[in-house]
């Protein structure tokens, strides 16, 4: 099956204890996305990743890092997470970025309580 | 700095009225998404709009880009109760047109 899988889905930590958020898709994807979704606010994409080791900055990135190691997979991390970084977090993944950017598949998301 | 507006922010109607919601946005784009949002669950692709006076239908649904107008609609005909969640329109910008920003959202209700 299709899909965008996100792990864990929910997580309860403590300001300054890092943690990773795993994203990873199966369909061959080359652009991944992060968002985060606050009441309010809306959507706002955090980082994003046009293909392997291209990563760009959304309009929220700061106290978060990407990587994109393999196609597959696009973990967002949280070096020294504070209780702003409280939220629900959405990865998502299309066949391309940029001008032909299609349908984006977003995965189930990940509630994330920092105390 | 991107601003994308939708209005209303929250719409209640009867099953069989029709409504359009509309997403204005502040810059240069010809890339225009809609998405649908059921309480707790994720996102789901509804419309992809890529040029001007691009219109897309599915089902009770349709959805227009006109980017003269920086103005997107997405009108609901004879609305039924399995339509209310809430709808966010997305624009694509920068040198790749890979970054969205969306709109806050409508919540739609639809009573019977």
């Known amino acids: 099956e299709a899909q965008v899988t996100q792990n864990p889905r929910y997580l309860i930590t403590v300001t300054g204890k890092k943690l990773t958020v795993t994203c990873s898709q199966n369909?061959?994807?080359?652009?991944m996305s992060w968002y985060r979704q606050d009441p309010g606010l809306g959507l706002r994409q955090i980082y994003y990743?046009?293909?392997?080791?291209?990563?760009d900055k959304g309009d929220v990135p700061e106290g978060y890092k990407v990587s994109r190691k393999e196609k597959r997979n696009f973990p967002l991390i949280l070096e020294s997470p504070s209780p702003n970084q409280t939220s629900l977090y959405f990865c998502?993944?299309?066949?391309?970025?940029?001008?032909?950017?299609?349908?984006?598949?977003f995965g189930p998301g990940t509630r994330l309580l920092v105390l | 700095e991107l601003k994308v507006e939708q209005n209303p922010l929250f719409l209640s109607m009867q099953e069989g009225k029709n409504y359009t919601i509309y997403c204005n946005y502040s810059?240069?784009?010809?890339?225009l998404y809609w998405y649908r949002q059921d309480p707790g669950k994720s996102l789901e692709s509804l419309f992809v709009?890529?040029?001007?006076?691009a219109v897309k239908q599915e089902g009770r649904l349709m959805a227009s880009l006109d980017t003269k107008a920086r103005l997107s609609t997405l009108h609901i005909t004879a609305a039924v109760h399995d339509l209310s969640a809430t709808y966010f329109c997305?624009?694509?910008?920068?040198?790749?047109?890979?970054?969205?920003?969306f709109g806050t959202g409508t919540r739609l209700q639809v009573t019977l």
């Open positions: 998502a993944s299309s066949l391309y970025g940029g001008a032909n950017q299609e349908t984006q598949y």
């Open positions: 369909m061959n994807h080359e652009y």
């Open positions: 990743s046009m293909n392997v080791e291209v990563t």
């Open positions: 810059t240069t784009s010809d890339r």
């Open positions: 709009l890529l040029s001007n006076g």
């Open positions: 997305a624009v694509g910008v920068g040198g790749t047109a890979s970054k969205l920003t």
